[in-house]
């Protein structure tokens, strides 16, 4: 699975995080225990990617191997997108359901700033990540960043969980547009996510079998009619995800492919003509 598609996730995961985080249930246990395993294990493969370039020099590494470390580059600085809204979701469902799955996800968040920090370090200073590269990937942390702010102003209409942005002012703004707009245009907003990111990405994703298993954790934690509501994922889709992990990485693939082709490219123009809230959209 792609970082990009994590971005798309971390999407859907706000607009269906407020029926998450007001459930009384109790969320499954090995989905939570899924989520900090690969999401450690992720930690773990970026960290030793991460030590290894600052050692290195750009002239010194094979092109392979290029593509590899600016593939872990753009993980790091997208994938907190999504670890920030999952975290702010599970947080805000243990004040509801007097639960203790947020620390879980706190732990996460704290590997995860690690890392980024450590990669911005890296684009400042380090040899083996230069010039252009450097450029486009520090665009890359940007729109995150303000995405992630946008996506947190969401959930944060009802709970305050602004701490959880990257920049935590900046989501309780965002917060405040949504209280005043309203929410009836997430179709577009979700339409203009998609397009902030399309070509964001230039590299194949290294870790994508663990992008996967974190993916296929957070579904599970939503009732699949969550989603049938938007037509992203359909009810036998969502079941096999929830119960045949051997095949998550087709199926959600296919989940965000066949979304792809279907009318986005009209429903991005619209968005691009109605911007939503009023502060416009991260580019």
């Given amino acids: 699975m792609h970082a990009r598609d994590l971005v798309e996730l971390a999407g859907l995961a706000s607009m269906h995080g407020p029926l998450v985080i007001a459930s009384p249930a109790a969320l499954p246990q090995t989905s939570l225990e899924?989520?900090?395993?690969?999401s450690k294990c992720r930690l773990d493969r970026w960290g030793r990617t991460l030590k290894r370039l600052t050692e290195s020099t750009?002239?010194?590494?094979?092109?392979?191997?290029?593509?590899h470390d600016l593939?872990?580059?753009?993980?790091?600085?997208?994938?907190?997108?999504?670890?920030?809204?999952?975290?702010?979701?599970?947080?805000?469902?243990?004040r509801h359901a007097g639960s203790d799955a947020g620390t879980v996800a706190r732990s996460v968040l704290v590997g995860q700033q690690e890392a980024r920090n450590?990669?911005?370090?890296?684009?400042?200073?380090?040899?083996?990540?230069?010039?252009?590269?450097?450029?486009?990937?520090?665009?890359?942390?940007r729109r995150a960043e303000c995405w992630s702010d946008l996506l947190v102003g969401y959930l944060n209409t009802t709970e305050d969980l602004s701490e959880f942005g990257a920049d935590p002012p900046r989501a309780r703004q965002f917060a405040d547009d949504f209280r005043d707009e309203g929410?009836?245009?997430?179709?577009?907003?979700?339409?203009?996510?998609?397009?902030?990111?399309?070509?964001?990405f230039d590299f194949p994703s290294p870790n994508a079998d663990l992008n996967t298993e974190i993916a296929t954790s957070?579904?599970?934690?939503?009732?699949?009619?969550?989603?049938?509501?938007?037509?992203?994922?359909?009810?036998?889709?969502?079941?096999?995800?929830?119960?045949?992990?051997?095949e998550t990485q087709g199926?959600?693939?296919?989940?965000?492919?066949?979304?792809?082709?279907?009318?986005?490219?009209?429903?991005?123009?619209v968005a691009a003509e109605r911007p939503f809230p009023r502060r416009r959209f991260p580019r």
Avoid at 34 to 38: D, I, L, M, N, Q
Avoid at 58 to 67: E, F, H, Y
Avoid at 132 to 138: D, F, G, Q, T, V
């Fill in 58 to 67: 750009a002239d010194k590494d094979p092109a392979g191997q290029k593509r």
């Fill in 183 to 200: 929410t009836h245009a997430w179709s577009l907003l979700f339409a203009s996510l998609r397009a902030s990111f399309a070509h964001g």
């Fill in 71 to 94: 593939g872990v580059m753009e993980e790091v600085l997208t994938g907190e997108v999504l670890v920030r809204v999952w975290t702010a979701v599970l947080v805000g469902h243990d």
């Fill in 218 to 246: 957070i579904i599970s934690c939503f009732a699949p009619e969550l989603f049938d509501s938007t037509g992203l994922v359909r009810s036998l889709w969502a079941s096999r995800l929830l119960h045949a992990t051997n």
């Fill in 118 to 141: 450590r990669a911005l370090s890296l684009l400042v200073n380090g040899p083996a990540i230069g010039g252009r590269p450097a450029i486009e990937l520090n665009q890359l942390r």
């Fill in 251 to 269: 199926l959600i693939e296919a989940l965000f492919c066949a979304e792809r082709g279907t009318g986005e490219d009209r429903a991005v123009g």
């Fill in 34 to 38: 899924r989520y900090w395993s690969a």
